[in-house]
């Protein structure tokens, strides 16, 4: 039955209540904006439930099962006994005890922020709940996040079709997965489940690996994981239902067919805005339907609507959709004032094994960029540890070395990335770099050569008083 309550009125109203719709809504209220939250169901955020949790939790699993593999390689015999049932049940323990963090947050919100229903937009400043109310805001907050997509050619096997928002459920590791999609998440998950020894191998239609620009970095990615999983690319693919699970066939340069228990399918997630009413805001739209906004400020065009976080298709990082909450829930309980807000620099990491980073500007074809790389097949401390594999690429200012960005599919890159990204905010060089202190052996000595790569190829000096470069094992 319809909702009989009064309707409602406020300064700023957010459509979705993850991460960027929770840090919209603080940053609003912080302004003195009276805010309501509206969301179908507050259900905790992608990150805690679906996303970068569950998934860490099944990657740690993985690095376990696999160190006792490679045990052998320092003289200890060992084979692990992996307990599918096991594994799955501390993933599910794990990630509800972050869910309920967060519904914990959510639960000490003031009386009367939270509306649990489905909002569309009537105009640029009015919502329909699903209940029948009217919210009137002087600015509203798109915050909509993101959807698994599932492909059209994989309906007649939904039923054994996995998301990132379903596979964390299963009671049990599956006996084999054929993963659809050589992005982040489909390249975390499938490595992380044949590791904990499910029968895996993963198929994509484009060329590469993780979107990577850099092709030399994803060669040298690809290289690595085809040791562990077959990878299959630029391939078409039919799916049929096959005797309790799916017949996956595929064809390009290479031709094949096998059943697999279920698919995985990680090819993207869309913006979660059908449904939404845009069309009648007035705002521009892309050619997916996207709200065309202002980065700095978050807004869409000159309208009181702005948008943050997976919703607008951008940089679909958690810390991404945090400070774009933060910048347009300040701007919307200010509006019409308007003003933008410090963007960071871009930095994504995908927990594969090696870790990849993307770092700032990532066009290595670019004029006036020169590019410094090292291998680690020969470093120091990863011969020791036995996981030397993995290139790095930096980009610099040709007439500066000043870094501009980084491509990185190395040992330690989650830890290292974040020690380029702060460098290339602060406006260093590779000079600046070098002259910083390396303590030996680690995997961070293995950022030098490309450093002195940089130097080298832009004339600027390398520190006199540091090492040379002939430290053993640097």
Known sequence: MPNTSPDLTCDVAIIGAGTAGLAAERNAR????????????????????????????LIAAAHAAHAVRQASVF???????????????????????????????????????????RARFVDATTLRLDDGRTVTAKAIVIATGSYPNIPDNFDAVRDRVLTNETIFELPTLPGSVGVIGAGPIGLELAQALVRLGVETAVFDQSPGLAALKDEKVSAALHAILDKELPIHLEMELKAEPDSGGVRLSWSGEQSGSRHFDYLLVATGRPPRLKGLGLETTKITLDDHGTPLFDRTTMQCGDAPIFIAGDADHDR??????SAEGMIAGRNAAQFPDVTPGP??????????????????DITPNKDGIVIGEASYEDQGRA??????????????????????????????????????????????????????????????EGL?????????????????DRDDGFTAGA
């Not at 960071?344 to 090696?354: E, G, N």
Request: hydrophobic fraction near 45%; glycine fraction near 8%; aromatic fraction near 4%.
């Open 30 to 57: 912080r302004n003195g904006a009276r805010t309501l939250l509206i969301d179908e169901t507050f259900s905790g955020t992608t990150c805690a439930s679906v996303g970068c949790m569950p998934s860490k939790l």
């Open 343 to 360: 963007r960071m620099v871009p930095l994504a990491i995908m927990f594969t094994d090696p870790t990849v980073a993307v770092i700032g």
């Open 383 to 444: 011969k020791v540890m036995a996981r030397n594999a993995g290139l790095i690429r930096f980009y610099a200012e040709a007439g500066t070395g000043r870094l501009t960005g980084a491509t990185m599919a190395a040992p330690g890159v989650e830890h290292s990335a974040h020690l380029i990204a702060w460098a290339i905010q602060q406006g260093r060089t590779a000079t600046d770099l070098l002259d910083m202190p390396f303590y030996h052996p680690t995997l961070e």
């Open 448 to 464: 030098k050569p490309a450093l002195r790569a940089i130097c080298k190829a832009v004339s600027a000096p390398v520190p006199a």
């Open 316 to 321: 679909t990082v958690l810390g991404e959709a």
């Open 75 to 117: 003289g200890i015999a060992a084979e692990p006994r992996i307990d599918g049932a096991a594994v799955m049940a501390r993933v599910q323990r794990e990630r509800d005890a972050f869910v309920a963090g967060v519904c914990d947050s959510l639960d000490k919100l003031p009386d009367g922020v939270k509306v649990q229903a």
